[in-house]
């Protein structure tokens, strides 16, 4: 398996609507929608004027967002994010969502770092991306070896862990409960106890190899 970092020239639109204002965002954790061509983005924002209202409606006046949630954390400035986009730039591209590792702003673009079986796919999505008129320096190639264990998560449960991690739920005391990362996911207190514990479950046993 190879491990890919592409630096990329383009941005996604919301972030550079809120940079041209004076507001750092990061992103956490990114995957696809299946009811479209957007994405669910995790994401963290980093201004010492907006407020969570304020940066809401920011949001929502950016090309493509179609529904955003944010939540305060411990840091004043900081505010943690769900951003939920009808069409991205990454779709246009051709970026394979289901190989994306990780997906970072940086300066003038992003970078990206994916996940291939071998040379073949790799090769067979550069091409695919040229083709469609986007051109994406490799940064980056390392081989893992097939025999190294790692805990498997998916997507959503790393974009719940992520959330959780930064808005408080691991420290002591609790910053935020079940019940606020429920309402920022738009699902049940009850589903997200249960994707916490799935995936607590696959870490703990990888760990202890079992």
Not at 20 to 40: F, H, K, T, V, Y
Not at 65 to 70: A, I, M, P, T
């Amino acid at each position: 398996m190879l491990l890919v970092q592409f630096k990329t020239t383009f941005q996604c639109p919301w972030t550079s609507n809120l940079r041209s204002l004076g507001i750092r965002s990061e992103i956490l954790q990114c995957i696809p929608r299946r009811d479209s061509q957007g994405s669910s983005v995790l994401a963290t924002f980093k201004s010492s004027s907006s407020r969570p209202g304020e940066l809401r409606s920011l949001l929502l006046e950016s090309l493509g967002v179609d529904e955003v949630s944010l939540k305060s954390t411990s840091k004043d400035d900081v505010m943690v994010g769900l951003i939920k986009t009808k069409r991205c730039t990454c779709y246009e591209v051709g970026i394979p969502f289901m190989h994306v590792l990780r997906i970072r702003e940086e300066g003038d673009g992003l970078t990206i770092t994916c996940a291939f079986r071998d040379a073949d796919e790799l090769k067979d999505f550069i091409e695919e991306s040229v083709l469609r008129g986007y051109r994406l320096q490799v940064r980056r190639v390392e081989r893992l070896d097939a025999d190294l264990s790692m805990p498997s998560l998916t997507k959503k449960q790393e974009q719940l862990l992520s959330a959780a991690l930064e808005l408080g739920f691991y420290e002591v005391p609790k910053r935020v409960g079940i019940r606020e990362l429920a309402e920022m996911f738009g699902v049940s207190p009850r589903a997200v106890s249960e994707t916490i514990r799935r995936a607590h479950k696959r870490l703990i046993s990888s760990y202890l190899g079992r």
